[in-house]
């Protein structure tokens, strides 16, 4: 049985090759590729999103492909297009970038929403559908985005629709002065992007992803995410709070982020680590609460404060939950 906690070391290290400093980023980004999640990385220009999705799929022996999208690109510019060929007299189906294992999407938010839509039925269903035929996509298949929250000309905002999809929504922010010396030093010569291998093979990867499942949740540990996020729902903050998607996303991450600590079991720090980056941006704060400037993670680790944690108890089978 493939080793998780190995495996994922193996591409957080390889990773770090590129971006320095940024292991708690990089580590959520390796629980939504064992999670089959799709990650939003958002930030301000020149931080290193696009690097990071690139390392990422660099360092997988997946098939990947990079959509630069602009306010005129056309949905069939993502899924593909049926054309006529005049010898076989049939239509033949020409795969979009869509076709693949690792998808980034640069700055999502340049497309209009008739094309950011192009991406749903992908991301959700694992299928696109072009002219009434259906094709399935490769597994793994993970999208990876990046957008500049800052920059509003020729933008437009991700619909809830869309953002709910994605399983988290992670930051980089500014590296600290030793951080931003080692950047300088690493690309002297090159860039060390130029000589990143891949560490994992695909079929590695399949193996992780699937035994992920087999990762204990005790009932209290279900109980106080189903807490969470139907506190979500009732604060007054908050005019609309996280889905039961978000549910299964923070039951999912919790057993991805077990097995890559080398448990085989889940408890109450999993879930807190994991519950901003996977619930933050599912939720849309009320009117008033935006005058005040107040951001969803801040009400999502008030939540985390408040909430009682379960305690600890002990199976009939000797397996320790906390």
Known sequence: MVNVRELGERIISNVERVIIGKTEEVRLCVIALLCKGHVLIEDVPGVGKTMLAKSLARSIGCTFRRIQFTPDMLPSDITGV?????????FEFRPGPVMTQILLTD????ATPKTQSALLEAMEERQVTVDGVTYRMPDPFLVLATQNPIEYEGTFPLPEAQLDRFLMRIRLGYPSPRQEIS??????LRHPIEELDKVVEVEELLEAQEAIRHVYVDDLIKEYIISLVSATRSHPDIYLGASPRGSLALYR?????AALEGRDFVIPDDIKALAVPMLAHRLIISPSARIKNVEPAALVQELLNTLPVPGAR??????PTR
Not at 314 to 319: F, I, K, S, W
């Open 82 to 90: 049926s054309i006529y060929n005049q010898k076989t007299q049939e």
């Open 107 to 110: 700055e999502i938010n340049r």
């Open 183 to 188: 950047i300088l030093d690493s690309q002297q």
């Open 253 to 257: 991450g919790g057993q991805a982020r």
């Open 314 to 319: 002990v199976r009939a089978a000797g397996r």
